[in-house]
T-cell receptor, first 113, second 111 residues
Framework: EPEVTQTPSHQVTQMGQEVILRCVPI?????FYWYRQILGQKVEFLVS????????KSEIFDDQFSVERPDGSNFTLKIRSTKLEDSAMYFC???????????FGSGTRLTVV | KNEVEQSPQNLTAQEGEFITINCSYS?????LHWLQQHPGGGIVSLFM???GKKKHGRLIATINIQEKHSSLHITASHPRDSAVYIC?????????????FGTGTRLTIIP
């Protein structure tokens, strides 16, 4: 199965600091997603991104969040001023045709202290 | 109300046992995913299905669209199958698709 690469694998940041989570999706894929999973909870949808635009976002994805694909390769999620409740595992994913559908990145564990 | 319900939440079995994990959903979907999440947190897609049955090695997934129900079966279970298994449904909304997840089933296989 093809890979989606996420960096960093773990980030610890001070409350109020900005963080950028990076994802290198499979080349030529057009649909990108960010999901998050707070410890002990189910995975939640944050945002979908198609053709260099946000196509849908959840209530969680407020003004503190933004997504970009700055160089046509990396796909980033920025949190401008982190809060304690932003601590979670963040997954990048792409959706492709084929038997597996979604391909998930390995995740970034964000810890806000 | 959860749109995706899984059962059981936790399952412990002996090596070699036949495992069944169930998923029910309450909304119209375009497809259903079974995912595997290991202790490190990474998620792997096992199956995507929109009808019938799929098999991959010792894993079998079935879906009944009319009853809004899917099952994941593991034959001849092994300790390395220990993981959280997550059912997620793909919902299409005005051309936008996203996954809605169940809470997962934590499977532990004892040698």
């Amino acid at each position: 199965e093809p890979e989606v690469t996420q960096t960093p694998s773990h980030q610890v940041t001070q409350m109020g600091q900005e963080v950028i989570l990076r994802c290198v999706p499979i080349s030529n894929h057009l649909y990108f997603y960010w999901y998050r999973q707070i410890l002990g909870q189910k995975v939640e949808f944050l945002v979908s991104f198609y053709n260099n635009e946000i196509s849908e976002k959840s209530e969680i994805f407020d003004d503190q969040f933004s997504v970009e694909r700055p160089d046509g390769s990396n796909f980033t999620l920025k949190i401008r001023s982190t809060k304690l409740e932003d601590s979670a595992m963040y997954f990048c994913a792409t959706l492709i045709q084929g038997p597996y559908g979604y391909t998930f990145g390995s995740g970034t564990r964000l810890t806000v202290v | 109300k959860n749109e995706v319900e899984q059962s059981p939440q936790n399952l412990t079995a002996q090596e070699g046992e036949f495992i069944t994990i169930n998923c029910s959903y309450s909304v119209g979907i375009s497809a259903l995913h079974w995912l595997q999440q290991h202790p490190g947190g990474g998620i792997v897609s096992l199956f995507m299905l929109s009808s019938g049955k799929k098999k991959h090695g010792r894993l079998i997934a079935t879906i009944n669209i009319q009853e809004k129900h899917s099952s994941l079966h593991i034959t001849a279970s092994h300790p390395r199958d220990s993981a959280v298994y997550i059912c997620a449904v793909l919902i299409s909304n005005f051309g936008n698709e996203k996954l809605t997840f169940g809470t997962g089933t934590r499977l532990t296989i004892i040698p």
